[in-house]
């Protein structure tokens, strides 16, 4: 990294990439996204860079090239190879060079159960996770994730052992799955909608999303709408933003402001970019999970 903290390279470097997911025990139903695992080999040293779209909350363990990485509006991480993200509407910025990667993902439910600070207080954050206080207690995992002499599928059980371990119920835990379950529905078009499916008041609703979701009410029903859309525009090649974006906006022109609420750029802009590892991950997991993207996960 150079003195500013700014990555260098373009992201152009010839480069594999694999990505394999792993679908949580059913005792974890509504807790996790899933644990994935990225494999990059960039050649010559080089260096690539994407943007993480939003999402739910994750952890990250990194084994090899230490990340570098940006929520928009943030100093960036560096010089770690445990990250830990907030529930984020923004995008994250990173780049990353020959690395083993480990990640979790944390549905609502799951945050809940495992990270002991209100969601909104960490929204659209990224941390040192071996330094901040509401993850270090995942940082051993570490010493097992990194390890060459560990198998991959005794990796996983790690993982699984861990979190059992540290899974603690929550007295909100119905309330959060009835949440969110109305949140996912593609037909949901209001917030007094919202609150009437999940058998709550609108106040008791921005109460529960704030604490376990991270975002208002609205936020999160944006942010379900525009994820539909970009998702759709990654899996349908050579398609254009009018035949994917949601029918829930009014045009096009609502669309591209929304695009840059959550994309920090335009529609335009992001298409004319390449996304060599987020492309890469979208396709994997919609084939595997049936699910492009984490906020669209169902909770069980």
Known sequence: MNGSGEPK????????????????????????????????????????????????????????????????????????NFTATGPSSRPTEFELGTVRMWGVGFLPLGWARYVDVEAKALANSVSDGTQHPAFRKFASLRDVLCNPGVSIEEQFEALCAAM??????????????????????????????????????VRSLERICARHFGFTPKLLMRRQRFMRSLTSFMLHKGSKWTEVIDEHYHDQSQFTREFRTFMGMTPREYAAQDHPILSSFVEARARDLGSPAQTLDRPA
Not at 43 to 49: F, L
Not at 175 to 186: F, G
């Open 9 to 80: 390279g373009a992201g152009t470097a010839a480069y594999t990439i694999r990505s394999r997911f792993f679908a949580p025990p059913s005792e974890f139903d509504g807790c996790f996204t899933s644990f994935y695992r990225l494999e990059l080999d960039v050649e010559d040293g080089g260096k690539i860079r994407d943007y993480l779209q939003p999402e739910w909350g994750n952890i990250r363990f990194f084994c090899g090239v230490m990340p570098w990485s940006r929520m928009a509006g943030h100093e960036p991480v560096i010089d770690t």
């Open 164 to 201: 059992r371990l540290l899974s603690r119920p929550h007295r909100d835990e119905a309330t959060i799955l009835r949440v969110h379950s109305a949140m996912v529905d593609e037909d949901l078009g209001s917030v007094a909608e919202f609150a009437e499916r999940a058998g709550l008041s």
